[in-house]
């Protein structure tokens, strides 16, 4: 079992920075690739990072490249999302998944390569 849990979102205006922390607990947490994702209402899950087990490898969805960075502390066992210059359409639930595997390669985008999840954090960026 592997327990999940986010903390950081909140309510913030366009161009401001959020910094988004996963704890987990349960699993040998640098064995395993690791990612965001994101849901907003009406809308499916969406990809928004991943990192491979060792932190070497990372991966973005296009919308957030440049603008957030996904990073680990495996000593610690969390990981975390620095967003800036948010923008409203980054308003959603962001949720932390953990892998099965230490390296996801071309699957990384995919919720099916993922089999924990957190209970997720709300991100609201106003105009």
């Known amino acids: 079992q592997v327990q999940l849990a986010e903390s950081g979102g909140g309510l913030v205006q366009a161009g401001d920075s959020l910094r988004l922390s996963c704890a987990a607990s349960g699993r040998t947490f640098s064995s395993y690739a690791m990612g965001w994702f994101r849901q907003a209402p009406g809308k499916e899950r969406e990809f928004v990072a991943a990192?491979?087990?060792?932190?070497?490898?990372?991966y973005y969805e296009d919308s957030v490249k440049g603008r957030f960075t996904i990073s680990r502390d495996n000593a610690n066992r969390t990981m975390c999302l620095q967003m800036n210059s948010l923008k409203p359409e980054d308003t959603a639930v962001y949720s932390c998944?953990?892998?099965?595997?230490?390296?996801?390669?071309?699957?990384?985008?995919?919720?099916?390569?993922?089999?924990?999840w957190g209970q997720g954090t709300q991100v609201t960026v106003s105009s």
């Open positions: 990192i491979s087990a060792g932190g070497a490898a990372t």
């Open positions: 998944a953990v892998s099965r595997v230490p390296y996801l390669g071309g699957r990384y985008y995919s919720p099916a390569e993922y089999d924990y």
